[in-house]
């Protein structure tokens, strides 16, 4: 299977500050990847799919890129919603896999 | 709009089965795959089954393999998961969602999950 490897792994911000998260892939997978956000005691949510391209209804706040192995989603001004847990995602083949997670807190 | 509505969890014994159901509304259920992805407390998500939209396509973790069986019925637009079995390392929340290019996709729209804890 395809590890996923999502760094930091717990961020403290403040709301209007700049967030990038990465993940990196174990092999390439093109631009098979996509972002969610998941809040405490919900289901995650789709923010960012094939890498760079945004979901319908997401803020632009939010943006994606890379390709290959190594992909970044990037917040450009934090806002109090976005306080949550992001996961990345592979779909280059059936057995998808996931990030452990970054928890973004409030510093 | 969307909509995926998990049932079925609950408390089972160590070795024991549980069948799990999601009922899909607001899209064509047919013409799409779907699968259950689960996360154990306080851990990250782990995808754990994928069935193809006519049913005959089917794939599963290595860490289930064996032990689940993932079944749509069209008719119904309703999917499945029967869990056998069951291992206290199977404790978890189980979403279903639905699954964006064919099987191997990512995945637009998740139900709110069902809780399965396995202990005795």
């Known amino acids: 299977d395809i590890q996923m490897t999502q760094s930091p792994s717990t961020l403290s911000a403040s709301v209007g500050d700049r967030l990038t998260i990465t993940c990196r892939a174990s092999q390439s997978i093109s631009s098979w990847l996509a972002w969610y956000q998941q809040k405490p005691g919900k289901a995650p949510k789709l923010l960012i799919y094939?890498?760079?391209s945004l979901e319908s209804g997401v803020p632009s706040r939010f943006s994606g890129s890379g390709s290959g192995t190594e992909f970044t989603l990037t917040i450009s001004s934090l806002q109090p919603d976005d306080f949550a847990t992001y996961y990345c995602?592979?779909?280059?083949?059936?057995?998808?896999?996931f990030g452990q997670g970054t928890k973004v807190e409030i510093k | 709009e969307v909509q995926l509505l998990e049932s079925g969890g609950g408390l089972v014994q160590p070795g024991g089965s549980l069948r799990l159901s999601c009922a899909a509304s607001g899209f064509t259920f047919s013409t799409y795959a779907m699968s259950w992805v689960r996360q154990a407390p306080g851990k990250g998500l782990e995808w754990v089954s994928v069935?193809?939209?006519?049913?005959?396509?089917?794939y599963y973790a290595d860490s289930v393999k064996g032990r689940f069986t993932i079944s749509r019925d069209n008719s119904k637009n309703t999917l499945y998961l029967q869990m056998s079995s069951l291992r206290a390392e199977d404790t978890a929340v189980y979403y279903c969602a639905r699954d964006i290019y064919d099987t191997s996709g990512y995945f637009a729209n998740w139900g709110q999950g069902t809780l399965v804890t396995v202990s005795s």
């Open positions: 094939k890498a760079s």
């Open positions: 995602q592979q779909y280059n083949s059936y057995s998808r896999t």
């Open positions: 069935v193809s939209a006519g049913g005959v396509g089917t």
